[in-house]
């Protein structure tokens, strides 16, 4: 009873009040039920009595969901049929009394909270009371039976559902049902002429046997079916929460060791910033998850305080989750929580507890093997991986240098002053390369004395210049070490990247070359006692020999990305992407294979051989999926001309004439097209070769190209869509869509990376998308296989899309 007390005292005063109207209502009529037992019963009565009860309390225990979310929408039971099998026996108040009665005793047994089920019983009550009215009430004026008993039916659970929302409305947290519904219009309808009909069909049933010769036998001709029919949906419902469970618990031990220790900081993923907390954000989140998944819950936490009422718990041994206990929460008038559900959540929290300890472990050895002991800096290894990782993921027109910083005469220093000495100035240093470099840019100490810097987000070499300079200033003040002031001389190697590289330590070398230039300058008599910047001048023409052989030779490869309609949900096309792997160097950038090509003279050659094998792909596609109808092709808007690639797409496209040949042209080969350019794009156009607008929305983007260009489609750059939360991003893409529907144009919107975005596109009537979420570019034969699998489908299932290789 303790349980009962604390309830009532942590209770509001409106709060206490309706506990105590719904406790007086239950016991109000069980007491008249009993009473009427006691006074006028007889051995045969008592025993149908007995029959009510033990039915009412097991059709309590099944329940119906009155919206879509599991545990979180609320639900109904429906014990008040059984008045109607008792009604040749005993009148509606005193049979209401008896439902209420199997109530409260069975929720007492089940969720061993004295309140909850007092609660129950009088919401049961208050609901029987409405019944008797109702159906009492029309039975007086002479309606039929069994209209009477479904018009009860009603009332009775109009009024369960009335009061059971006004409890979650005022006594109770709020909480969001995500993208579900807490009510769910065709359930309640469902719910209540399901019920009605029902209790029709049950007075119908049960009035026959009126004049049978003992009230047991008119009785147990209802009673018994029913309370069958409440074991076998019992049955079924923990036979569905056993493999809901077993599943969630493998699922959840599946996703708890796959969580990834690697934590994004500034934008790029990069060994160097594995931290525990990382981790356990990381963590928390998938043991949450698997909670909901596993057990079934309202909501779930990881907190320090333990569970509370309506609430089951475990220990973690981790408290870097958010807490010591990890608790799970339900409804009080939801299934109350089992011995299995403690047991599903108890095998969570003790994997994570596992999952933790091991990668903390892995995440503390990472840390320390990318990690200069002396500065606290990333080592050798930490920075080249960051470099690769910067290079692979900066946008094309993004440019990088690298700064290759050496000490001189450090050895001198050392030999003179000693090694602690000499530890203290390099330290001295590194603390000074991290206060001067700005937060996205990246310092490493890579040898004896040796330090690199990744300049980052450059836009030109005067800046790196002149962010190296500000280096150099700050690093060579005077330095003053075990009461000797030092002034440190610097040589500095500057390699400079415009675009993305395709053997990024080349950069480092050129960088390393450069700042052994200074010091050869040095040794032949150059300026010695100030530090010195050296640029690195262009790299050799390696890169020039490997393009012009993949292209000259055909060895280009190419890679598919869906294009999906937000409308059917189906893939509708495929974007070629043009793909090639040196032997040596590895897979190199597309951005410069393309630029490579077109400063050799070889654009035209390559986009032949990307058309010729993009369309023969499409055919493919096609063979396996008929909704596939239309293949995309990247080219400059020049390019499009008669006397370059124009022709060629002409004979092309009619070799494929169930495929749509779309031509992609970049925002800034559209800034100055002449008039012959619009013309042929008129042309193409006229003969079934589509033309769009690629990368709208980039910094080259104007309302000229809109306006000017002949086009069928205009593509939206993923700069315009990476805050849908940001109301002018949502404005311009619905201005856009405006004046394609009034240009007769098609939108499709790249960078849809997730469900949120696509879910915010398809609210503002965006018909089209393409991105991550739908698929990364893959090769022709791994398109193929996803065809065959899974169709037109535009999205896969998570399991799927994470194993089908690239």
Known sequence: MSDLVETIRGATAAGRLAFGVFAATGLFFIGSALTQLVLGGNAEHLFIALMAVACAGTLDIPRLRLGTVPYRSPVVSLPIVVVLGVEPVFDTATAVGLVCLGVLVVVWLRAQRPEVALYSAGLTGAGGAAYLVA?????????????????????????????EALRRRFDRPRVDPGAGRHYSVPRLALIVGGYAGLCALLAAWTHPFFNLSTDTLAVAVTLVPLAVIGVGAILIVRATAMRRRLAGVVD????????????????????????????????????????????????????????????????????????????????????????????????????????????????????????DPLTGLPNYGAFQDALANINDHRDYSEALAVLFIDLDDFKRMNDRYGHQTGDEILSELGRRLSAVI???????????????????RLSSLAEAKLLAERIMEATGEPLAISGTVLNPILSIGLAYSAHRETDVNQLLRDADRSMLAIKKSRRRGGPANESSINIS???????????????????????FQPIVSLVTGQIWAFEALVRYTDPELGPLSPPSLVEKAKSLGRLDALTRQVALKAMAAAADFRLLEPRIVCMTINVEAGQIL?????????????????????????ERSVARVSTAVRAQADHLRDIGIMIALDDYGSQDSSVDALVRMPMDILKIDKSLVDDLDDVRQREVLTALQGFGDNLEYSMIVEGVENEAMATHLSALGIRSAQGFHYGVPRSFEKTLARLEEFGADAVLPVRAASELPL
């Open 135 to 163: 159906h009492d009430g029309l039975h007086a004026q002479g309606f039929a039976e069994t209209l009477a008993s479904a018009a009860g039916a009603v009332a009775y659970i109009v009024t369960v559902i009335a009061l």
């Open 252 to 371: 959840g031990v599946i996703d708890l060791n796959a969580t990834n220790h690697f934590v994004k900081t500034g934008g790029q993923a990069t060994p160097i910033t594995i931290t525990a907390t990382g981790i356990s954000t990381d963590l928390a989140t998938v043991l949450l998850r698997a909670v909901h998944d596993t057990v079934g819950v309202e909501s779930a936490s990881v907190r320090h305080e333990p569970a509370g009422l309506g609430e089951i718990d475990t220990s973690l041994a981790i408290s870097v989750l958010g807490g010591q206990h990890l608790v799970a929460r339900r409804d009080v008038m939801d299934y109350p929580f089992t011995r299995d559900d403690r047991r599903a959540l108890e095998a969570l929290a003790h994997t994570a507890d596992v999952v933790y300890t091991a990668r903390e472990s892995i995440g503390g050895l990472t840390i320390r093997a990318n990690t």
């Open 438 to 456: 700005r937060p996205y840019d990246v310092v490493a100490r890579v040898g004896g004395d040796e330090f690199v810097v990744i300049l980052t």
């Open 537 to 559: 001048g262009h790299r050799s023409s390696q890169m020039n020999d490997i393009v012009a052989r993949a292209i000259d030779e055909d060895l280009l490869e190419l890679a």
């Open 642 to 666: 008669p006397q370059r690639v124009g022709s060629f797409v002409e004979e092309l496209a009619d070799r494929y004439p169930g495929i749509s040949l779309c031509l992609e042209l970049n």
